[in-house]
């Protein structure tokens, strides 16, 4: 639903159903509402009948990078004599983007039992939920409801009295965008400062403690227990018929200026429009949207022609000029200054970069300083240039993708409001100078 | 917490003097270690859900503030010698989250989202507003009663209710310029 709102008609809500209900936060409240069947009959099924369940659904990762999840679970063998480990990336920092923490919040059983389901499916024994430390109330809720799972013997040593073994730990963060990033987030796992790993090896080979590991998305192991539940065709008829790609329904976090803000659920291939201006009300009153970042922080801006003929799935943002990312949609209106906010972006990359990659670490610094810069009124017409090559360099050069994401908003925002960037920078004596000398030695 | 009985039990932390602080350099009082009695039976619980001493630093330093409201430089002492650390591998970790205080801030920790959906919200005045009225002035500075320290912090994570702030463990969500004087009146 698009909670904190009513939901509304057109919302498909499977995941959101029950945000608002306080009642949903408990053990008795979640199983009133038909929870912890599925991961009842998961114990019954082989791991790999389970794998093979959920990539039949077609279900994707959805805390950014789309990877296919039962592809991501048959990277584990089963029976190879290690111990295996899952991660619950709880590390929601995408700017744009607050699904998750509304699902721990409302829901936090529905995240033990996807977890534990994916945990019988990879041979775990342990599951880590790793929460960011500024959640401090979906901490709360998460850490209630293991409690609570525990005492009922839902999860523990003998879960459901299947004989299994499923431990899960809340484990919390203490503030860094990058512990999102899955090997850094291993790596803060472990106590360490969380620097991504390189890769390979890839987390399935030698992730958490040297061992195979599985790292999925909040709103990702959310969804598992309803393809128990219904089967992988229902989660297949969520969806564009002429795109099997992308599947079953997806959270988006709306923000910035647009009248009702809030989560919204829908299924793959809603048109954008639609979702825009009939779902979130469109823009605030006597304003017009002028921008949109469809998916965090991290994906292409969009202006809004390619906006209002986007379809909100994998594939279609893709065609559109963007990405779904995460889903958190950030929207600009008329009176705000592209300039000004792809700095402040810009700023937050920095001050997120782990300072591991040259690239990232003085990259995100400089691209920082020359846009506020412009900002300011002090850009030379040479800055535009510069902050191109800059995202040349920054872009597919380091171990993890921070600095491409910082980039990528800087790229596509000045291919697309080069105007505005433009009307701050006035050509003055000395530049008109220096260019010329440059030409001549050229 | 620390009474004699207890202490006894934290035998981990050597004895040990540190200076008072910033300003009271050359006083210096007896170092009372934080995993005695219920600190440390929970530490030692903590101990148990990971296969290495290591992976429990992060939620042990977490002990430290709540303990004692930021990570002094004997605390992370202590917690290397609890887990078979050394203070400067500690201290690395300490310094990398910006969660861990590693001076004294004020009874109220304001913390402030400025990122771009936030921004676009109007943030910065929200900024400006809690400076104005905590009479903290400046970013990062303690007010002169101790009672507030207002920092702008990178996304929180709740852009749909912007302006989200952070006072301690607590979010106030929605806040605007106008509602400052307001949550700060509410504040003991």
């Known amino acids: 639903m698009g909670f904190p709102h009513k939901s509304h008609e057109r919302e498909t809500p499977v995941l959101s159903r ?24 998961a114990l ?18 959805r805390g950014g990078a789309g990877f296919p999840t039962g592809v991501k679970w048959s990277f584990m063998k089963p029976g190879d004599g290690k111990p295996h480990y899952l991660c619950v990336n709880a590390d929601e920092s995408e700017p744009g983007t607050f699904k998750d923490r509304e699902i721990m919040r409302w829901t936090p059983h529905a995240l033990i039992e996807g977890a534990a389901i994916a945990a019988h499916a990879i041979a775990a024994e342990t599951t880590y939920v790793y929460i960011r430390g500024e959640f401090t109330e979906p901490l709360e809720q998460m850490r209630a409801a293991v409690k609570e799972a525990y005492a009922a013997g839902v999860v523990g040593p003998n879960a459901m009295g299947s004989g299994r073994r499923l431990d899960v730990h809340v484990h919390k ?25 390189i890769k390979p090896p890839f987390p399935a080979v030698a992730g958490l403690f040297g061992k195979p590991t599985t790292i999925n998305n909040v709103e990702t192991l959310a969804a598992v227990p ?33 009248r009702f803000p809030g989560n919204y659920e829908v299924p793959m291939g809603f048109p954008f429009k639609d979702f825009l201006h009939d779902l979130c009300g469109g823009p605030p009153k006597g304003r017009s949207f002028k921008a949109v970042i469809p998916g965090g922080s991290s994906v292409p801006i969009m202006t809004m022609d390619e906006a209002e003929g986007a379809l909100m799935d994998y594939e279609g943002f893709v065609a559109a000029g963007s990405m779904l990312g995460s889903g958190g949609v ?5 009176q705000q200054s592209m300039v000004r906010q792809i700095a402040r972006l810009a700023r937050f990359y920095a001050h997120e970069s782990c300072a591991q990659c040259t690239q990232c670490r003085e990259g995100t610094a400089w691209t920082t300083k020359i846009l506020e810069r412009i900002r300011d009124g002090e850009g030379t017409p040479a800055d535009l240039d510069t902050l191109m090559d800059l995202a040349e360099n920054m872009t597919g050069k380091t171990i993890c993708v921070l600095s491409d994401s910082c980039a990528t908003p800087v790229v596509s925002g000045i291919n697309k409001f080069r105007h ?22 050229a | 917490m620390s009474d004699a009985t207890t202490r006894a039990v934290g035998d981990a932390a050597a004895p040990s003097t540190h200076t008072a602080g910033h300003g009271d350099r050359g006083i210096t009082m007896p170092y009372e270690p934080v995993f005695v009695g219920a600190r440390r039976a929970e530490l030692d619980e903590l101990l148990t859900r990971y296969p290495t001493k290591m992976a429990a630093l992060l939620p042990a330093l977490w002990i430290v503030q ?16 609890l887990l078979s650390l050394t203070p400067a591998y500690v201290k690395g970790v300490v310094t990398f989250y910006t969660m861990y205080h590693q001076h004294p801030v004020g009874r109220h920790f304001v913390q402030v989202c400025t990122t771009t959906p936030c921004n676009v919200c109007g943030a910065e005045d929200v900024v400006k507003a809690f400076l104005q009225h905590t009479k903290c002035g400046e970013l990062g500075v303690t007010s002169a009663d101790g009672r507030f320290t207002v ?34 009146a509410e504040l003991p």
Not at chain 1, 226 to 242: C, Q
Request: proline share 6%; net charge negative.
């Open chain 1, 18 to 41: 029950h945000f608002g209900e306080p009642e949903a936060r408990t053990l008795e409240g979640w199983r009133a509402r038909g929870g912890y069947k599925a991961l009842e009959q």
């Open chain 1, 44 to 61: 019954t099924m082989d791991p790999v009948a389970i794998q093979n369940l959920v990539k039949e659904s077609g279900l994707r990762g």
């Open chain 1, 173 to 197: 963060g203490a503030g860094a965008y990058i512990c999102g990033e899955e090997t850094a987030l291993m790596n803060s796992l472990e106590g360490r400062r969380g620097n991504p790993r």
């Open chain 1, 226 to 258: 309803h393809i128990l539940n219904n089967g992988a065709d229902w989660y297949k008829g969520f969806g564009r018929s002429d795109n099997p790609k992308s599947t079953g329904t997806k959270l988006y976090s709306v923000c910035g200026n647009v």
């Open chain 1, 330 to 334: 950030i929207l600009f209106d008329d």
């Open chain 1, 420 to 441: 505005e960037f433009e009307a701050l920078i006035k050509p003055s004596r000395s530049t008109v100078a220096a260019a010329s000398p440059a030409a001549a030695l």
């Open chain 2, 66 to 81: 709540e303990e004692r409201g930021w990570v002094s430089p004997e605390a992370m002492a202590e917690v290397a010698q």
């Open chain 2, 151 to 184: 920092i702008e912090v990178e996304c929180l994570g709740a852009c749909g209710f912007a302006t989200p702030v952070m006072i301690n463990d607590r979010f106030v969500e929605g806040v605007t310029p106008e509602t400052v004087p307001q949550i700060l």
